[in-house]
């Protein structure tokens, strides 16, 4: 089963790129990366998902090696609202059942 | 459309009292699944519905149960509340549809349960 490791907390400046890693050494073949943004008092929110390679949005950038064992997360231009919990997800099991681990804590400062 | 709403969004209760808290998906949205999170576990899955019927169930005491109704509109109740049951509790709806890649979760704001 796939389980997720990444950065527990990070800090960056307003205007900087913010790239977080997630590593998934054991994902297996058919399985999805996605990533949650979760505000303070809100519940998460998609940000974005892939498979392989590269994928964009108006919001981010999801980049995955040939391997597949890790991900990154790109945020470019960061500013003070990105300040949030970053979650990398992967399905623990055959149904796609999606489990939340502890995440990221983004602190972004002026 | 309207988002997932959750009632009520703030609730205390007594050790040993139980709590039904209620979720309604968005419009056309056939899964629910629901989560408890708090500082120390994070987010934790609970179950989720489909068509009126538990799909998935995550490692939670018996305590914890759910249920769905013909129009998607989901609860969940918690009996003989412990302390430990203080936390925010999410709802996410979904399409329910399965395809290769997993669904994006759509999440309430939550109920937020304070047990004394």
């Known amino acids: 089963l796939a389980k997720t490791t990444q950065p527990i907390s990070m800090d960056s400046y307003e205007g900087q790129e913010v790239n977080i890693t997630c590593s998934h050494n054991?994902?297996?073949?058919?399985?999805?990366i996605t990533w949650y943004q979760q505000f303070p008092s809100q519940g998460p929110r998609f940000i974005i998902q892939?498979?392989?390679t590269k994928v964009t949005n108006e919001v981010a950038s999801l980049f995955i090696p040939a391997d597949r064992k890790s991900s990154t997360l790109s945020l470019p231009r960061v500013s003070l609202s990105d300040t949030a919990v970053y979650y990398c997800l992967v399905p623990m099991n055959r149904d796609d059942k999606i489990i939340f681990g502890k995440g990221t804590r983004l602190h972004i400062l002026p | 459309k309207a988002g997932v709403t959750q009632t009520p969004r703030y609730l205390i209760k007594t050790r040993g009292q139980q709590v039904t808290l209620s979720c309604s998906p968005i419009?056309?949205?056939?899964?629910v699944s629901w989560y408890q999170q708090t500082p120390g576990q994070g987010l934790q899955f609970l179950f989720e519905?489909?068509?009126?019927?538990?799909?998935n169930k995550g490692n939670f005491p018996g305590r914890f149960s759910g249920r769905q109704f013909s129009n998607s509109r989901s609860e969940m109740n918690v009996s003989t509340l412990e302390l430990g049951d203080s936390a925010l509790y999410l709802c996410?709806?979904?399409?329910?549809?399965?395809?290769?890649?997993?669904?994006?979760?759509?999440f309430g704001p939550g109920t937020r349960l304070l047990v004394l």
């Open positions: 892939g498979y392989k």
């Open positions: 419009s056309g949205h056939r899964s």
């Open positions: 519905y489909f068509s009126e019927t538990q799909r």
């Open positions: 054991n994902i297996a073949t058919n399985d999805y």
């Open positions: 996410a709806s979904s399409l329910g549809t399965s395809g290769r890649a997993p669904e994006t979760q759509y």
